[in-house]
């Protein structure tokens, strides 16, 4: 898929991530989730390089399944030993094949209690759910030290 950089707004944006892909025309790619097509576009500043980030290995802590509607993010580096829903950028949802099922960003309500992340939709404040097989990337606005 690729990263495509974009200027919008005066602000650069980069497309990370889409499923589904859809080009509108005037060069604005949008993600199809659900039947709806959504804009995927985060700063770079966001999910810059020299971010911590969690992954279940290989990552800068550890992510795992929690229950239907939470992860776990443990082993933090020691000069940011604890996470709270501030620092949570981007939750990116990968089933069990590797495909990315959803990605969840700052529009949804992200809380973190003793290392508990979970997701909320800010509209119907309806707590989004989880498979046991699922696997999470969390990106975070973590610099490295």
């Not at 960003?105 to 939709?121: E, I, N, P, Q, S």
């Not at 498979?131 to 969390?138: H, K, Q």
Request: net charge negative; with cysteine; glycine share 10%.
């Amino acid at each position: 898929m690729g990263d495509r950089q974009d200027k919008r707004d005066g602000f650069n944006t980069r497309v990370v991530c889409a499923v589904g892909r859809k080009d509108d025309g005037n060069g604005a790619e949008h993600s199809m989730t659900d039947g709806r097509f959504l804009r995927v576009a985060v700063s770079p500043f966001d999910l810059s390089l020299d971010r911590v980030v969690g992954k279940v290995s290989g990552g800068d802590f550890v992510t795992a399944y929690h229950g239907v509607d939470s992860i776990t993010a443990s082993s933090l580096p020691v000069y940011h030993s604890t996470l709270i829903g501030d620092d949570v950028v981007a939750v990116v949802q990968i089933d069990s094949s590797g495909t990315v099922k959803k990605i969840w960003d700052r529009y949804f309500a992200m809380t973190v209690t003793g290392g508990v992340l979970t997701v909320a939709d800010p509209e119907s404040e309806i707590v989004v759910t989880f498979e046991a097989t699922d696997t999470f990337v969390i990106y975070t606005n973590i610099r490295h030290q």
